[in-house]
């Protein structure tokens, strides 16, 4: 079976010039079937299309927020620390992958880095920012437990792309975030929300394969097969299956 090459999008440490990411991700894709390699985070804008043109797929990481200007809004209190230049590369390999319909999983800042790119916006911070409507109780999106720990209910859509992946409505998952979507990006739809409405997937319908969660399956799928099968469908649509 042809092993197919997906780029993975590093953290960028502000002050020692290096870029990082969590082994995790690298595990995950490479036990479906995948080669990983890191991408820069300083290319030259004829480079995005390149890299798109070479590799299979783009896996967009965790990691801080996304600057509030990219979405025309100030950085208000509960905002963390933003990279500009995380933003600008990640935002030209999302449109590259985009012009030529790449696959895309987009985790955690991942998710929110596509949606505004997308046009949409994000809450700053969620218990500063947010609040259930209909009086649901606030949830706990930073948890303070292990990432392998599963510790909140998502609701998942059906028919969507994630249900096809997990098969099942209501799945457990980790939550290590401070920032949500807020208005959703154009092309994208919601297919699932945690029980206070924060929403957890989004997918990019007019394209091949774009999902992104708000959670961290990278840290899941070893214990539950319901989060490896959404590595194992992105690894597939990147071999073109
Ligand atoms: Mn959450």
């Known amino acids: 079976m042809k092993k197919v ?21 690298f595990d995950a894709l490479e036990a479906c079937g995948a080669i990983p390699v890191l991408v820069s985070m300083k290319p030259e804008e004829s480079d995005f299309e390149e890299v798109a043109k070479r ?5 967009f990481s965790g990691g801080n927020d996304v600057s509030p200007d990219e ?3 100030n950085m208000r209190i509960g905002c963390g620390e933003v990279q500009p230049e995380r933003d600008r590369a990640e935002l030209g390999y999302f ?15 991942g998710i929110q880095l596509i ?11 969620i218990p500063g920012e947010y609040r259930a409507e209909d ?18 209910y998502v609701n998942v859509s059906k028919p969507s792309r994630l249900y096809g992946f997990v098969k099942e409505e209501r799945i457990m998952v980790n939550s290590h975030h401070h920032q949500a979507v807020d208005r959703v990006g154009e092309g994208f739809v919601v297919t699932a929300r945690a029980d206070d409405g924060i929403i957890e997937c989004i997918e990019k319908t007019d ?25 194992e469908a992105f690894v597939k649509a990147c071999r073109g299956e």
């Open 207 to 231: 394209m091949s394969f774009c999902v992104g969660v708000q959670w961290h399956p990278e840290h899941l799928w070893q214990k539950d097969p319901k989060q490896k099968a959404i590595f």
């Open 95 to 109: 449109r590259a992958a985009v012009r030529l319909d790449r696959p895309v999983l987009a985790i955690c800042r």
């Open 135 to 152: 009086g649901a109780a606030r949830l706990l999106h930073s948890q303070h437990s292990p990432a392998n720990v599963a510790t909140q």
């Open 5 to 25: 090459l997906i780029a993975v999008t590093p953290g960028l440490s502000q002050g020692e010039g290096r870029y990082y990411t969590s082994a995790a991700y």
């Open 71 to 73: 979405y025309g809004q």
């Open 115 to 125: 949606n505004v790119a997308a046009g949409g916006t994000l809450y700053q911070d």
């Open 55 to 59: 590799v299979d797929g783009f896996l």
